[in-house]
């Protein structure tokens, strides 16, 4: 763990909430109490940040305050040293975009500190070194970073700045089709993709990424569903 980064790892459980602090040099942890209110929190931020209405309402951003107040404030004194946080959620935190938070000076977590997720602190063991140094390729999509018909998903206005900076092969706009993707794929390995995508609890090969609504009237064309990555 590089000496600048904190693993903030979450484990929920009936009436607590248990996360803890790994660093490079120290181990520690913070209980904080779990409630069905905070639940109800995180599930409505949730289903209102699917509305292309609500990003910025008064709704969401009290859903966001109160997160940030249970989740975070307790952690702030621990995380003082750090600018990058790798999230591990649990649970119903899995629904929270920890970078949406908003503390008392409101101000985004996302100013505060570059943050990834991961699943498990397993998964972050360093593959053996490999003997000799490969050339990996990158496929970068940005198809929401402009224009797009009216009714299709909202505009995400920083993903071509996201892509710009990739040695690669880049595809903004609307030449990020899933077409395209489906064709050039397969003769890259590193995929960047900067674009919306849902995961469906209830019907999970119902998930998808979305590429550039080619066609607006059937969303469905343009979104890569799990059945299409399996092939």
Not at 29 to 50: A, F
Not at 82 to 110: C, G, H, K, R, T
Not at 123 to 146: E, T
Request: contains cysteine; neutral net charge; proline residues 8%.
């Amino acid at each position: 763990i590089p000496g600048n980064s904190a693993i903030l790892s979450f484990h929920v459980g009936d009436t607590n909430l248990l996360c803890w602090v790994i660093s490079k040099n120290k181990l520690d942890y913070v209980k904080i109490p779990y409630s069905d209110s905070l639940v109800t929190h995180i599930m409505e931020l949730n289903r209102e940040l699917q509305s292309n209405d609500a990003f910025n309402t008064t709704s969401t951003r009290t859903h966001a305050r109160i997160l940030y107040r249970h989740l975070i404030q307790p952690l702030e004194e621990k995380l003082i040293p750090f600018d990058q946080l790798m999230i591990i959620p649990d649970d119903e935190l899995s629904y929270i975009p920890f970078e949406f938070l908003i503390d008392s000076s409101d101000q985004y977590l996302i100013k505060k500190f570059a943050i990834s997720f991961n699943y498990s602190c397993s998964l972050l063991k360093k593959p053996p070194a490999q003997k000799q140094k490969r050339n990996y390729s990158i496929l970068a999509y940005a198809p929401y970073s402009g224009d797009v018909p009216p009714g299709s998903l909202p505009v995400l206005p920083a993903s071509k700045k996201e892509v710009e900076g990739l040695k690669g092969m880049l595809l903004i706009g609307n030449r990020a089709t899933k077409e395209s993707f489906i064709q050039s794929a397969p003769g890259f390995n590193i995929l960047h993709l900067a674009t919306h995508a849902k995961a469906n609890d209830k019907e999970p090969l119902q998930s998808y990424i979305a590429f550039y609504p080619v066609h607006p009237d059937s969303p469905a064309k343009d979104r890569l569903y799990i059945p299409d990555i399996y092939s």
